[in-house]
T-cell receptor, first 113, second 111 residues
Framework: DAGVTQSPTHLIKTRGQHVTLRCSPISGHKSVSWYQQVLGQGPQFIFQYYEKEERGRGNFPDRFSARQFPNYSSELNVNALLLGDSALYLC????????????FGPGTRLTVT | GDSVTQMEGPVTLSEEAFLTINCTYTATGYPSLFWYVQYPGEGLQLLLKATKADDKGSNKGFEATYRKETTSFHLEKGSVQVSDSAVYFCALSARDDKIIFGKGTRLHILP
């Protein structure tokens, strides 16, 4: 079975631009969570979605938004990009809302110049 | 708020050495505890977990015991290999179902 997939793998954006990152969870998983991992740090929680509803939000500005589609895939959107948004963005899926069995994708490396 | 503190790296060991990476936590209630590993160029992989006090998680020769009295979850391995070189993250599940990670410990194993 395929694991969590994310696209694109890498991308480079300019300050002020907008970016959309995509995630496909493991088949049968209904929950998707997003994390930001700045170089040299641990991942920081951004959002959790379950059955297309937002279930949790981390301490990130409103420039960050997300949604989940009927097929349980998800998009993370970031507006008005800042240099500090440069990071590895990780998506994790699980069958329910609990975190005990979260499976992570390989991530999308975003560089803002 | 909930938090995880783990020893700073990098940690450099010779192959077959004994490994300990310290991790302590602060949390309200009784969180689940995890160790994740991130190999170069790859995403996070769950290495092991423990869901209640005195539970021992184990996988691939690694072990960690949930110690409520010392709020610790130290990672150990009796004999490390070059292939264990990676970044290790201690983490806990907060009450609102998000994972809180430590800053990570980079491990280098020399042949």
């Amino acid at each position: 079975d395929a694991g969590v997939t994310q696209s694109p793998t890498h991308l480079i954006k300019t300050r002020g631009q907008h970016v959309t990152l995509r995630c496909s969870p493991i088949s049968g998983h209904k929950s998707v969570s997003w994390y930001q991992q700045v170089l040299g740090q641990g991942p920081q929680f951004i959002f959790q979605y379950y059955e297309k509803e937002e279930r949790g939000r981390g301490n990130f500005p409103d420039r960050f938004s997300a949604r989940q589609f009927p097929n349980y895939s998800s998009e993370l959107n970031v507006n008005a990009l800042l240099l500090g948004d440069s990071a590895l963005y990780l998506c994790a899926s699980s069958s329910g809302t609990g975190v005990d069995e979260q499976y992570f994708g390989p991530g999308t490396r975003l560089t803002v110049t | 708020g909930d938090s995880v503190t783990q020893m700073e790296g990098p940690v450099t060991l010779s192959e077959e050495a004994f490994l300990t990476i310290n991790c302590t936590y602060t949390a309200t209630g009784y969180p689940s505890l995890f160790w994740y590993v991130q190999y170069p160029g790859e995403g996070l992989q769950l290495l092991l977990k423990a869901t209640k006090a005195d539970d021992k998680g184990s996988n691939k020769g690694f072990e960690a015991t949930y110690r409520k009295e010392t709020t610790s979850f130290h990672l150990e391995k009796g004999s490390v290999q070059v292939s264990d070189s990676a970044v290790y993250f201690c983490a806990l599940s907060a009450r609102d179902d998000k994972i809180i990670f430590g800053k990570g410990t980079r491990l280098h194993i020399l042949p």
